[in-house]
């Protein structure tokens, strides 16, 4: 019986320490699969965040072309309309560093066909942000929409080519004043830390002598 009784015990022993080694193992394997879960789950949220930020500033951009679009089309597309001043003929357009005023045809929400003026006018966000905002009238009516173009820019304003009838090269001003002509180009400024997005358009127009006025 002793001799059957110590075959035994050693068995039992390493049965025991198999089990307990087997258990250790499972706990080991436990907290890998569980160091891996927050690792992937850490992964997926950057991942996430990455498509989030790639897709706001697809949009941005998107946005962006859209709007200098839209500028340079009716800047281009304008018409040399004038509005009588107490007698006086004068043309719509206007223009200073931070607003520009100006008739065309082309409409930001109805397209090619009918006058409008346009009015383009810088202010600021509640971030202290530069914004860039249009609004339309259409000739004859007091009817207006206006709409954002830009938006989170550190400075935007407008500058006008300008040549005098002797002049041989020309300079750009950020006023214009003369109400008997409209300037050969304009340029406009998008300006975000040292970078300068700007985009000159050329202004595709002849003023005919004697142009009717238009009353407002």
Same mark, same amino acid.
């Given at each position: 019986?002793?001799?059957? *009784?110590?075959?035994?015990?050693?068995?039992? &022993?390493?049965?025991?320490?198999?089990? *307990?080694?087997?258990?250790?193992? #499972?706990?080991?394997?436990?907290?890998?699969?569980?160091?891996?879960?927050?690792?992937?789950?850490?992964?997926?949220?950057?991942?996430?965040?990455?498509?989030?930020? @790639?897709?706001?500033?697809?949009?941005?951009?998107?946005?962006?072309?859209?709007? &200098?679009?839209?500028?340079?089309?009716?800047?281009?597309?304008?018409? =040399?309309?004038?509005?009588?001043?107490?007698?006086?003929?004068?043309?719509?357009?206007? *223009?200073?560093?931070?607003?520009?005023?100006?008739? /065309?045809?082309?409409?930001?929400?109805?397209?090619?066909?009918?006058?409008?003026?346009?009015?383009?006018?810088?202010?600021?966000?509640?971030? @202290?942000?530069?914004?860039?905002?249009?609004?339309?009238?259409?000739?004859?009516?007091?009817?207006?929409?206006?709409?954002? #173009?830009?938006? @989170?820019?550190?400075?935007?304003?407008?500058?006008?080519?300008?040549?005098? =009838?002797?002049?041989?090269? @020309? +300079?750009?001003? +950020?006023?214009?004043?003369?109400? /008997?002509?409209?300037?050969?180009?304009?340029?406009?400024?998008?300006?975000?830390?040292?970078?300068?997005?700007? &985009?000159?358009?050329?202004?595709?127009?002849?003023?005919?002598?004697?142009? =009717?006025?238009?009353?407002?």
């Amino acid at each position: 019986m002793e001799h059957k *009784g110590s075959t035994l015990l050693p068995g039992i &022993m390493k049965a025991a320490n198999e089990e *307990g080694f087997t258990l250790l193992e #499972l706990l080991i394997s436990f907290a890998i699969i569980g160091i891996i879960v927050v690792i992937v789950g850490g992964a997926m949220r950057l991942s996430l965040r990455a498509v989030n930020a @790639g897709e706001k500033r697809i949009d941005a951009l998107e946005r962006m072309r859209t709007s &200098m679009n839209v500028v340079e089309s009716q800047i281009q597309s304008q018409t =040399p309309l004038k509005y009588d001043d107490n007698g006086v003929k004068k043309y719509y357009f206007q *223009g200073n560093k931070e607003s520009l005023q100006f008739s /065309t045809n082309c409409s930001i929400w109805s397209g090619q066909g009918g006058y409008v003026t346009v009015f383009y006018e810088v202010a600021a966000d509640t971030a @202290g942000k530069k914004i860039l905002k249009a609004s339309e009238n259409i000739i004859g009516t007091n009817s207006s929409r206006e709409t954002m #173009l830009f938006d @989170g820019f550190d400075s935007i304003y407008f500058e006008y080519f300008f040549k005098g =009838p002797t002049d041989e090269t @020309g +300079d750009w001003v +950020d006023t214009w004043t003369d109400d /008997t002509s409209i300037p050969q180009k304009i340029k406009l400024h998008l300006v975000s830390g040292q970078r300068d997005f700007s &985009m000159i358009i050329p202004v595709r127009i002849s003023i005919p002598q004697n142009q =009717p006025a238009i009353l407002r």
